[in-house]
Nanobody, 115 residues
């Protein structure tokens, strides 16, 4: 069974930083692309924020380029998302999964950016 367990969200002020983690099980971690996604309140779709290949090539969405950094630990089977200069528009539920192929979604971790 494939599982994604996200953690590290919370409440942060504008301009602040957070690092999210995603522990993955049930797939061969080292050979799969991984991505972070965000779903904002009222939206059905998840926006892909960042993607990392098995050899750590990265790609970012326009909304996160220059502020977010995706990285992975292929020994611990964990993917991370370092988020800097967070803004209120970054508020939402954050998920990790594969890309382009996705498996069942985890619970996500909530990020709230507010004064």
């Amino acid at each position: 069974q494939v599982r994604f367990v996200e953690a590290g969200g919370g409440l942060v002020q504008p301009g602040g930083s957070l690092t999210l983690s995603c522990t993955v099980s049930g797939i061969t971690f080292g050979i799969n692309n991984l991505a972070w996604y965000r779903r904002t309140s009222g939206e059905e779709e998840r926006e892909q924020l960042a993607l990392i290949t098995p050899d750590s090539f990265t790609r970012y969405g326009d909304s996160t380029k220059g502020r977010f950094t995706i990285f992975r630990d292929n020994v611990k089977n964990i993917a991370y998302l370092r988020m800097n200069n967070l803004q209120p528009d970054d508020t939402g539920d954050y998920y990790c999964n594969g890309a382009p192929k996705t498996w069942a979604w985890g619970q996500g971790t909530q990020v709230t950016v507010s004064l």
